[in-house]
């Protein structure tokens, strides 16, 4: 028996007593056993550790459970990346669950790649579905996807929400921004970069159920708490997209609008944000939108902030 599993499963956890179970029960229902659970306490102060501890008794996988002060989704993604002793690394929030045999099909799915082109790819992807209609969310990848000469276009126009399983060895040579004043950086910001270098191996296989309108999904309940936080990450997020991915069709373009938008609604000065875009295109255009963008801040901005406090 190998001494290191083959994935490590990561869930951090904020305030989730109530819905730890379904991550756990999941796990519990895995056909492949090759993981262990890496459980990242963000600051909580509902009790969960004592339900982690019960957890640890009653699994037949290695359950590992650290507390931090509360900093955010990212910084656990941080401190877990470097506590990973699987050499693939998934993410599974607190109320969401893996399909039954999720483990086992991440695991054919990497050794289906040819062993000689692995190198180039950074993750596997698949398909998640509701929780409520068992129901694909969103589309499906077009058949031969990773066959074609630009697999990463073709997957950019499919919708829906998409759950990876990433190489552990590159996740630490990308570690999350931590910027001042917020508890959220949306995951696109690294994987975005992640993307300029290596490839994703898509698949079409169900790999997640994801509990989409619950009233206390994580995000509904985080942006009714942390607007303000929230213009900070949409930000970082836009401002990522603009530098990492850019313009490649019409509809593309009102990012240059957004990123200063986002930017000075987070605070940040004129000339930090046309700084931070890198192609001088893309820089000048930014620069011509700064006002206008600052006039819809005024407007618009400033008010949906005012009138969302409670």
């Keep these: 028996m190998k001494d290191r599993p083959g994935i490590t499963v990561f869930t951090p956890v904020f ?10 029960d999941s796990l519990m229902r895995q056909t492949c056993k090759d993981f262990e659970w890496l459980v990242i306490d963000d600051g909580s102060t509902d009790g969960i550790k004592e339900t982690i501890d019960l957890f640890i008794e009653k699994a037949d ?22 506590l990973a002793n699987g050499g693939y690394f998934l993410v599974l929030d607190s109320d969401d669950a ?24 950074w993750c596997v992807t698949g398909l998640c579905v509701d929780s409520q209609t068992g129901k694909i969310i969103g ?26 399983c990433i190489r552990t060895d590159i996740l630490l040579d990308y570690p999350f921004p931590e910027p001042a004043g917020t508890n959220f950086i949306t995951e696109s910001i690294i994987w975005n970069k992640i993307d300029k270098s290596y490839s994703q ?17 994580l995000t509904a ?21 603009l530098n990492d991915i850019g313009i490649h069709k019409p509809k593309d373009c009102r990012i240059l609008f957004t990123v200063p938008y986002y930017g000075l609604m987070a605070g940040k000065k004129r000339n930090e944000i046309i700084g931070a875009v890198q192609k001088p295109v893309y820089k000048t255009l930014v620069a011509m939108l700064m006002v206008p963008a600052g006039v819809f801040k005024v407007i618009r901005g400033n008010r949906h902030i005012k009138n969302i406090q409670p």
């Excluded at 359950?63 to 990212?74: C, D, F, T």
């Excluded at 499906?140 to 990876?164: C, F, V």
């Excluded at 898509?202 to 619950?214: A, F, G, P, R, T």
């Excluded at 929230?230 to 990522?240: A, D, F, P, T």
Aim: charged residues 25%.
């Design 139 to 164: 589309d499906q990848y077009p058949e031969g996807i990773n066959q074609q000469a630009n697999p990463k276009l073709l997957a950019q126009k499919t919708t829906g929400d998409k759950t990876g």
């Design 221 to 241: 309940v985080w942006f009714k708490e942390h607007v303000r936080e929230g213009y900070v990450s949409n930000y970082c997020w836009k401002l990522s997209t």
């Design 15 to 24: 305030n989730r007593k109530h819905t730890i179970d379904r991550p756990f």
């Design 201 to 217: 191996y898509y698949s079409n296989e169900i790999l997640k159920v994801v509990y989409l309108n619950e009233p206390d999904s």
């Design 98 to 121: 893996l399909t039954d045999n999720a483990v086992e099909s991440i695991f054919a799915l990497w050794g289906g790649i040819p062993e000689h082109g692995r190198e180039k790819y």
């Design 61 to 82: 996988f290695s359950v590992r459970y650290y507390y931090k002060e509360n900093g955010g989704k990212h910084t656990a993604m941080n401190m877990a990346a470097g």
